[in-house]
Each structure stands twice: as C-alpha cells, then as structure tokens.
C-alpha cells in the first residue's frame, strides 16, 4: 500500500520561511516522479512543483519561481519543498503527489497516482 506522508505545514508570518516534507512508502520511489500542489479555501487545487526521479529536471508555477525549491533524497524516499519569502496568497493546504508512469513531472494532477492527506500553511500578514 503506497502512502505519502506530509509534514512541515504551520502558521507563519509573511516573509518568512518554511520547509514541507513528503515521506513516501510502498512505492519504488527512486524511479517515481514527484510533485507538490495546493488549494486554497474555495479555489481549485494547483500545481506548484514537480521533480524528475533523476533529479535533473524540476519545474514550477510562475507565482512560486525563485522563491521555492522542490528536492528529493531517495535515500530517505522523501521530497521537500523549501518554501521562502512566503506571502499571504501561498495560503493553502499543500499535497504531494507521486506517480510511477510518468516519465517527468506535469502540472495535470491527473497524472499522479498517489497523493497525501496535505499539511496546512497559513501565511499571516
């Protein structure tokens, strides 16, 4: 049974900084594609990062660029996602996603398998 575990979410002022992590079980993680969503309260999820198995390829929403940085260590089958400079609008409850088809990360959620239950950020003004 595949399971993605999300930690790290909280409640932090803007500016500031904060560093989700996914630790995934009962998959072959070194060879799956990882990725990161959101939603915000009353709006549709949305991509915000995805990262090749390989590490050589990562990608993000134009709204999260230079301020967040997705990674992976498949020693410990866990993915980050450092989050900096964090505003009010990356309010959300962030998900991580995994598949083992996909051969690089999509922002269509539909091509991911498995996903986590989500950690909340808040972002205070």
């Known amino acids: 049974q595949v399971q993605l575990v999300e930690s790290g979410g909280g409640l932090v002022q803007a500016g500031d900084s904060l560093r989700l992590s996914c630790v995934a079980s009962g998959l072959t993680f070194w060879s799956s594609v990882m990725g990161w969503f959101r939603q915000a309260p009353g709006k549709e999820r949305e991509f915000v990062a995805g990262?090749?198995?390989?590490?050589?390829?990562?990608f993000y929403r134009d709204s999260v660029k230079g301020r967040f940085t997705i990674s992976r260590d498949n020693d410990k089958n866990t993915v980050y996602l450092e989050m900096n400079s964090l505003k009010p609008e990356d309010t959300a409850v962030y998900y991580c996603?995994?598949?083992?088809?996909?051969?690089?990360?999509?922002?269509?959620?539909?091509?991911?398998?498995?996903w986590g239950q989500g950690t909340q950020v808040v972002i205070s003004t």
């Open positions: 996603a995994a598949s083992g088809r996909l051969r690089a990360p999509t922002k269509d959620g539909a091509g991911y398998e498995y």
């Open positions: 990262i090749s198995w390989t590490q050589t390829f990562s």
